[in-house]
Structure formats: structure tokens, C-alpha cells
């Protein structure tokens, strides 16, 4: 298990990304959340097997996307961390 926390910048609040982010990290068999921050980033906590996290990274950043990701993203920034034993399902906050 690995856990990854990505910040994502560009046009991502009020747009479906959190919904589109959600969508495809139950897709991975992924856990965690996104929720927007009040600078305009939204922060992408996801965890589960390292390959299924990288996948998602790739998703969030690619361009042009692939599987209509809603928004236009500018910039990602990854931290790796220690996986949670308190997070259970995939959430928007």
C-alpha cells in the first residue's frame, strides 16, 4: 500500500473535478478524498497499490485528457506518505 497526496492547479474548482477525480480512483480500487482549497488548488489524497496511484497521478496530469477529465490542469505536485488505516471508500470533501 502507498499513499500520495497531489495538489492539482489550473481551472479545477466548480467544474466536476473532484466528481471526475472520484470516478476514475473507484475505478483503480483506490481510497482517499478530494476536496478543494481555498488558494483554487484541489488536493487529491489516494491510496491503495503504488501502480494504481501512479495511474491516477497520469490521469490528473494528462494532456490532453484521455478520459474527459473536466477542467484544465496546469500543474501537479505529488508527496508520497505513509500509508492511513482511516480512510475507507473514495470521497469528495
Known amino acids: 500500500m502507498e499513499r500520495a497526496t497531489i495538489f492539482v492547479s489550473g481551472t479545477v474548482q466548480g467544474v466536476g473535478f473532484r466528481w ?38 497520469e490521469l490528473l496530469r494528462e494532456k490532453p485528457s484521455t478520459m474527459r477529465r473536466p477542467g484544465r490542469v496546469t500543474t501537479c505536485t505529488t508527496q508520497w506518505g505513509t500509508p492511513r488505516s482511516d480512510l475507507s471508500g473514495f470521497v469528495e470533501r
Open 20 to 57: 471526475w477525480t472520484r470516478a476514475r480512483a473507484l475505478e483503480l480500487g483506490l481510497v482517499g478524498f478530494a476536496r478543494n482549497l481555498p488558494d483554487g488548488r484541489v488536493e487529491v489524497l489516494a491510496q491503495g497499490e503504488r501502480a494504481d496511484v501512479e495511474r491516477l497521478e
